[in-house]
């Protein structure tokens, strides 16, 4: 996990604002950092002072920096703005009041992106493990806070769900061959089994993290012996947000999709089940 103010935490700042003084610590960074700056460089023809490197790997002094200690970062998966006080005022109830909540936006407010902090790792962590989370119907994704990443570097890919596949037969409601078919959805992150590894209950069901930019899976095609056809087996979410009826991915509507699909001969489209 990467909570905790790691003692590398890089403040802001600005390299190179015309010579004013302060920035002395300022002689080198390690080799790995060197190979990079050596091809800015040359890329740029940085001018001397451009040249002048503000070190943030000794931190004496900076203990008066402001804590991130539980964060998350999130976005909320809608093709129009989401003001972050319209997420807080959705997320707050749902959440549970939990203490020491406070939001705030990151980057361009038309990427729908914010920052959480919650006042404990127990808060934090329950809400991690309570997704998928919706304003309106829209998916709130959830990442660990990363201090070292920038805006444009957080990629929300992924979500975590639970998922079914209905009417398997008994003789694959168990650990091993239900987690082989449920990796068909996604990356299993936890098999809803017994003790004794043995799925009870309708079906089959895992929490997966599923990749948010491919079409939703409606089924998966299991062969159960070397004989047989493969069978079709549909594919449920428990608590589904918003998604496209006509290509299946997260975030927008079919009728906002770029790439509409053909309906059916009942005026159907592929992704309305
Ligand atoms: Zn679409």
Redesign the pocket.
């Known amino acids: 996990m990467t909570h905790g103010v790691p003692a590398d935490r890089i403040a802001m700042a600005s390299v190179g604002d015309g010579g004013k003084g302060g920035h002395s610590n300022s002689d080198g960074g390690d080799a790995g950092a060197k190979e990079n700056v050596t091809d800015l460089f040359l890329r740029l023809n940085l001018t001397g002072e451009e040249e002048t490197i503000l070190d943030f790997s000794d931190d004496k002094g900076e203990t008066e920096l402001p804590q991130v200690e539980w964060a998350v970062v999130g976005k909320v998966l809608s093709p129009s703005i989401v003001n972050v006080s319209t997420i807080h005022a959705a997320m707050k109830p749902t959440w549970g009041n939990p203490h020491g909540l406070k939001f705030r936006v990151i980057g361009a407010k038309e990427n729908n992106m914010f920052m959480v902090e919650f006042g404990s790792k127990k808060e934090m962590e329950r809400i991690m493990a309570g997704t998928p989370w919706m304003v309106d119907m829209h998916a709130v994704i959830l990442q660990p806070y990363d201090e070292r990443l920038s805006v444009s570097e957080i990629v929300f890919n992924w979500m975590e769900i639970w998922a079914r596949i209905l009417n398997v037969p008994l003789g694959w409601m168990i650990q091993q061959r239900g987690s082989r078919a449920m990796s068909l959805i996604g990356d299993v992150v936890k098999m809803d089994v017994d003790g004794d590894g043995k799925s009870s209950g309708a079906f089959l069901c895992a929490r997966m993290a599923i990749d948010i930019e491919k079409p939703l899976r409606r089924g998966v095609l299991l062969r159960l012996s070397r004989s047989e056809e493969p069978r079709w087996f549909v594919v449920q979410y428990e608590w589904l947000p918003f998604?496209?009826?006509?290509?299946?991915?997260l975030g927008?509507?079919?009728i906002?999709?770029?790439?509409?699909?053909p309906r059916n001969e009942i005026g159907k489209l592929p992704?309305d089940v």
């Open positions: 998604y496209c009826f006509s290509c299946g991915v927008h509507s079919e906002e999709c770029s790439d509409p699909a992704y």
